[in-house]
Every structure is written in C-alpha cells, then in structure tokens.
C-alpha cells in the first residue's frame, strides 16, 4: 500500500463527511453562532468526526470554568473537551472515511506501507502523521475555499484546525502547525497560548 495513492482518496472523503456535517449544522443550528469548527479524531488518527463551539456556549463555559483554568476564556475558546458541538451527533457522515483510516491504520500496524520509512526496530510514525496533517490541512484549506464558512452559523473570524479530546505532546504539535496553515494570526496565537504549555 501506499499513502501517496490515497491522499487524494482521504482528502476527499473528509471533505466530503464535512461538507455533509456543515449542512447538518446550517440546518439544525441556524440559531446559533459557532465561534470554533474542528476536524476531531483520536490521538491516534482514528475515528474522525468533527467538534465546534458555540458563543453562546463559550458565555456559559467561561463562568463554569473560573476555577479549573487560570484563563477560563482562553480554556473555554481553544479546548475541544469544553466545546458542545460533537458531529458525533452525524456519525455516519463519517463512516466512509473512518473505514479509510481504519485501512491505513491496520496496514501500519502491519508494516504493509511501503512509502514510509519502517526499520526492523522503528515503524515511521512521524510519516503517518505528516500524512494526517498535509491531508487535513488541504481538506480545510478546501473547505475555506468552498466558502461554507461565510454565512450563519458561522462567524467571519472562526477557530480552525484539529482537535483531539487528550492530546499527547506530540499531538499538540501537531494540532499547533496545523493551526499556523489554517488560522488567522489571532486564533493561532491563541491556540499557542493554551497548547504551548
């Protein structure tokens, strides 16, 4: 197998779930303002769906949050566990690519990728990422340029990117160079307060 044959096939079936999920979202949460839009997943590239964050939802957090964070606002604005939007709510929006991921995942697993660089000793994990991250950059990239962002529910200046719900170190970096691709200068900033720690 190799990963480069099916960048295409992944970039297009996340975006496509997405497409779905936002349609979802513009349906039934009309109402609402969503400050913060994010492909979810496990910190191991597993079991993808989305996550966002309502204003009005961030008002409430905030209050809640007084105690638990030094900077509620920040906590509340940038970190998925707090959020109420779960496209878990759409799950089957995503059932195309989670049997992707599923695929690639199995085939790491069993050393069956032959365009990473897997020794005796080490499997290239760090390429299994760099492929997520350069897939998951296009698909939001993409969807920027679709311009399903620009209208209601949706504010003008929105919170981008990839979320996971405990993110390891090595997943806050790469939450944080996927943010520097796809946020304005004010979200990524942001986000490198909360997850540069």
């Not at 400050?35 to 979810?40: E, S, T």
């Not at 499997?123 to 990239?141: S, T």
């Amino acid at each position: 197998m190799l990963l480069a044959n099916l960048k295409n096939k992944f970039i297009e079936l996340l975006y496509n779930s997405c497409l779905k999920d936002i349609a979802h979202i513009k349906e039934n949460y009309s109402h609402e303002s969503f400050i913060a839009y994010c492909i979810y997943c496990d910190d191991g590239f597993r079991s993808f769906s989305t996550i966002g964050c309502t204003k009005k939802w961030l008002t409430e957090q905030v209050e809640k949050l007084k105690n638990l964070y030094p900077n509620p606002l920040l906590s509340a604005e940038t970190l998925a566990a707090e959020w109420d939007y779960f496209g878990a709510e759409k799950l089957e929006n995503f059932r195309d690519i989670d049997e992707l991921v599923d695929s690639i995942n199995k085939a790491y697993d069993d050393d069956e990728i032959e365009d990473l660089n897997n020794t005796l000793e080490d499997y290239d994990y760090d390429g299994l990422v760099k492929f997520f991250q350069e897939a998951i950059i296009a698909v939001i990239n993409q969807l920027k340029a679709s311009k399903c962002f620009d209208s209601k529910p949706f504010e003008s200046d929105l919170l981008l990117g990839l979320q996971f719900a405990d993110p390891s170190d090595g997943a806050r970096s790469t939450m944080l160079q996927i943010s520097e691709q796809v946020n304005s200068p004010q979200w990524h900033k942001k986000m490198l307060a909360s997850y540069s720690q």
